[in-house]
């Protein structure tokens, strides 16, 4: 079975100012890995993935996240934030070769920004 | 534009009552799915449905059931209400898929359902 940890529930930050989101996992076997964002009284939307090949993996809005198999992380970062990034921030992992996509999500993260 | 949406943002409901949950996709998806979201737990998977009438427990299946008699829409069922139901509730689906491929789950904007 797979877990998925994100140990700061809320993350406060100034516009401008860059912020790392922290994502750990937990799996036996191989995992695809991503972040969802959920912008409020909305539903989740894919924000990047990671599936295989080069382990850094970018969104179009400047969020990065980097895949790190042997401290099994995937922590997202940006360099500068906006106001406009005010959201929650879920990481998920599906194991690899399964014949359903079952997706296991970590408790979310907040992220606000602030002027 | 792939859409997913549910019949309702949010709903009051008392102890005891049957609610209905509705989602429809209009993607011609295979796979469909009802998700809780709770604070500090994030999502919790309810049940799946990979078919029309084929259905799958998840991590959270008690005191709830779904439907899916037309592929586009899949129901989830309160069977009697309690206030330890009260969540938002999340519905997704994704193209059918196996092995080692990957498809992109796209989710509702959510009910929030409030029982009292």
């Known amino acids: 079975a797979q877990s998925v940890t994100q140990l700061d529930s809320q993350v406060p930050v100034f516009e401008e100012a860059p912020v790392e989101l922290r994502c750990n996992y937990s799996s036996s076997v191989s995992v695809y890995l991503f972040w969802y964002v959920q912008y409020p009284n909305q539903g989740l939307q894919l924000l990047l993935k990671y599936l295989s090949g080069s382990t850094l993996v970018e969104s179009i809005n400047g969020f990065e996240a980097e895949f790190n198999k042997s401290q099994t992380s995937f922590h997202l970062r940006k360099p500068s934030v906006h106001i406009s990034d005010t959201a929650e921030y879920f990481c998920a992992v599906q194991q690899v070769n399964t014949g359903f996509q079952k997706l296991v999500f970590g408790t979310g993260t907040r992220l606000l920004v602030s002027p | 534009d792939v859409k997913v949406t549910q019949s309702s943002r949010y709903l009051v409901k008392r102890t005891g009552e049957k609610v209905f949950l509705e989602c429809v996709q209009d993607?011609?998806?295979?796979?469909m799915f009802w998700y809780r979201q709770d604070p500090g737990l994030g999502l919790r998977l309810i049940y799946f449905?990979?078919?029309?009438?084929?259905?799958e427990k998840g991590d959270i299946p008690e005191g709830y059931s779904v439907s899916r008699e037309k592929k586009e829409r899949f129901s989830l069922i309160l069977e009697s209400a309690s206030t330890n139901q009260t969540s938002m509730y999340l519905c997704?689906?994704?193209?059918?898929?196996?092995?080692?491929?990957?498809?992109?789950?796209?989710f509702g904007p959510g009910t929030r359902l409030t029982v009292l």
């Open positions: 997704a689906s994704s193209p059918a898929g196996g092995g080692r491929s990957y498809n992109e789950q796209f």
């Open positions: 449905s990979y078919d029309v009438k084929m259905k």
């Open positions: 993607m011609d998806h295979e796979n």
